[in-house]
T-cell receptor
Framework: NAGVTQTPKFRILKIGQSMTLQCTQD?????MYWYRQDPGMGLKLIYY???????DKGEVPNGYNVSRSTTEDFPLRLELAAPSQTSVYFC?????????????FGDGTRLSIL | GESVGLHLPTLSVQEGDNSIINCAYS??????FIWYKQESGKGPQFIID?????DKRQGQRVTVLLNKTVKHLSLQIAATQPGDSAVYFC??????????????FGTGTRLQVTL
């Protein structure tokens, strides 16, 4: 299994541009998440989804949008990119249910806004 | 607000010694805890987890200890190897049936293994 796959691995954007970070998982996990990680810091939750068609805001959602049309895919959209959005973005997935399981992470997208 | 933090930002350990990485949490409603390992350029990798109905859980060369009284979590790595060099994160979550596991992450501890 590939697990959680993120594309692209690196990207440089100009201020005001937009882009979509792709995330797909092949573990049939219902739950998916987007985090950002700033240098020397832990991960902060941007958005999450508990299933296709259902999304909700995390701790730092401003400037981002998500959609969840399928179980496998959870793209993150940046509109009007700003320097403050320079970060490493991680997508994760996990199983639902009565007993929580660990989140499984992709290897990240490193995004610079110049 | 509620947060998860770490006592030491960097820990240097000699190869073969045991490592202990500590984590304090403040959310008394947290009942699920995870340790992740993050190598340079990679995403966090699950190491071990523990639920609040347990005090200790062991894996391969790793042990997690949970002290709910003082809201403290630790990760012990036995016979530390160079491949253990990485940043280690603790994370916590309240468990709610049917909802996403919204983890709160600490800032991380860098483990450096010296030869």
């Amino acid at each position: 299994n590939a697990g959680v796959t993120q594309t692209p691995k690196f990207r440089i954007l100009k201020i005001g541009q937009s882009m979509t970070l792709q995330c797909t998982q092949d573990m049939n996990h219902n739950y998916m998440y987007w985090y950002r990680q700033d240098p020397g810091m832990g991960l902060k939750l941007i958005y999450y989804s508990v299933g296709a068609g259902i999304t909700d805001k995390g701790e730092v959602p401003n400037g981002y949008n998500v959609s969840r049309s399928t179980t496998e895919d959870f793209p993150l959209r940046l509109e009007l990119a700003a320097p403050s959005q320079t970060s490493v973005y991680f997508c994760a997935s996990s199983t639902p249910g009565h007993l929580l399981g660990p989140q499984h992470f992709g290897d990240g997208t490193r995004l610079s806004i110049l | 607000g509620e947060s998860v933090g770490l006592h030491l930002p960097t820990l240097s350990v000699q190869e073969g010694d045991n490592s202990i990485i500590n984590c304090a949490y403040s959310n008394s409603a947290s009942d699920y805890f995870i340790w992740y390992k993050q190598e340079s350029g990679k995403g966090p990798q699950f190491i071990i987890d523990i639920r609040s109905n347990m005090d200790k859980r062991q894996g391969q060369r790793v042990t997690v200890l949970l002290n709910k009284t003082v809201k403290h979590l630790s990760l012990q790595i036995a016979a530390t190897q160079p491949g253990d060099s990485a940043v280690y994160f603790c994370a916590e979550s309240p468990t709610n049936t049917g909802t996403a596991s919204k983890l709160t992450f600490g800032t991380g501890t860098r483990l450096q293994v010296t030869l």
